[in-house]
């Protein structure tokens, strides 16, 4: 991770706490350049690296990156293979700029359902990373927004059925805090690449009040400099929370 000039321009006033993004698009980068889908995958892990550091140097304080949804389990195999090998390659090649960066690295979504390997790299690198107080990057790995409220609602009932919580008590925090995202600020900012203007099932508890930003170049081709325009571009907004503006 390289410190960065650019940044520079950005102080931290107003900076989002928290950006999610939608990396989508590797597909299309790949077909434009008639290349195979994997192709546009390494590309896109290779911009995952430049945005988790711009992020980083930003003084942003969580980064949470959609790097595969419940649905992507249904695409070809050798495609989820090199996916998940991708990911592995991350967890090495990034694990010491991790740690000397003070990055906290956590996960959500079905973390036992990735392969075992992943797993204990996760283990590992979460472990060590705990205590550290920069950025958090928080990886939505076999994740889905639905499959996220459907966990949420049985540890719920759990607790209702042993007396730990009573049916009144429910409220709005309590379902908060029974998502994979407990203890975690929601997100401020959600910006999707690739230009489709859908959610796809991202977090859809927790980005009631994001700002939306769609951003038509594809995951690929995503840089630091777009991703700082973008922030300067949250900051000009106004956000409400659905009252009036003071
Ligand atoms: C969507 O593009 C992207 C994904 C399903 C996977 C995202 C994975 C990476 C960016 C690389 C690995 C991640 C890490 C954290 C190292 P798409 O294939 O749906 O694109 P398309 O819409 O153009 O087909």
């Known amino acids: 991770m390289k410190s960065d000039n650019n940044c520079l321009s950005i102080n931290s006033d107003k900076l989002p706490m928290h950006v999610a993004i939608i990396m989508d698009g590797n597909g299309r980068w790949a077909k434009k350049k008639l290349k195979n889908r994997i192709e546009g995958h ?3 892990a290779a911009a995952v690296r430049d945005i988790v550091s711009a992020a980083g140097n930003i003084g942003i304080n969580i980064l949470t990156l959609y790097a595969f949804s419940t649905e992507n389990w249904q695409r070809p195999r050798t495609e989820v293979n090199a996916l998940m090998k991708l990911l592995e390659n991350f967890f ?3 694990r010491d700029n ?11 979504g079905q973390i036992w359902k990735m392969p075992k390997n992943i797993q204990a790299f996760i283990k590992e690198l979460a472990d060590i990373t705990e205590k550290n107080t920069g950025l958090i990057l928080n990886l939505a790995l076999s994740y889905g927004g639905r499959e996220d409220i459907l ?35 929601e997100p401020d900012l959600l910006i999707r690449t690739g230009g489709e203007m859908r959610v796809s099932n991202f977090l859809l508890w927790q980005i009631a009040y994001s700002e939306l930003y769609i951003s038509k170049t594809l995951w690929p081709d995503f840089n630091k400099e777009e991703f700082f325009e973008i922030i300067k571009a949250f900051r000009l907004r106004e956000r409400r929370f659905g009252k009036v503006a003071e």
């Open 42 to 44: 390494k590309k896109g």
């Open 92 to 94: 090495i090649s990034e």
């Open 98 to 108: 991790i740690i000397k960066n003070k990055v906290k690295l956590q996960v959500i």
């Open 151 to 185: 966990s949420a609602f049985k540890k719920i009932i759990k607790k209702i059925k042993s007396d730990k919580l009573k049916p009144d008590e429910i409220n709005e925090e309590t379902i908060s805090s029974h998502l994979y995202t407990a203890g975690l600020a």
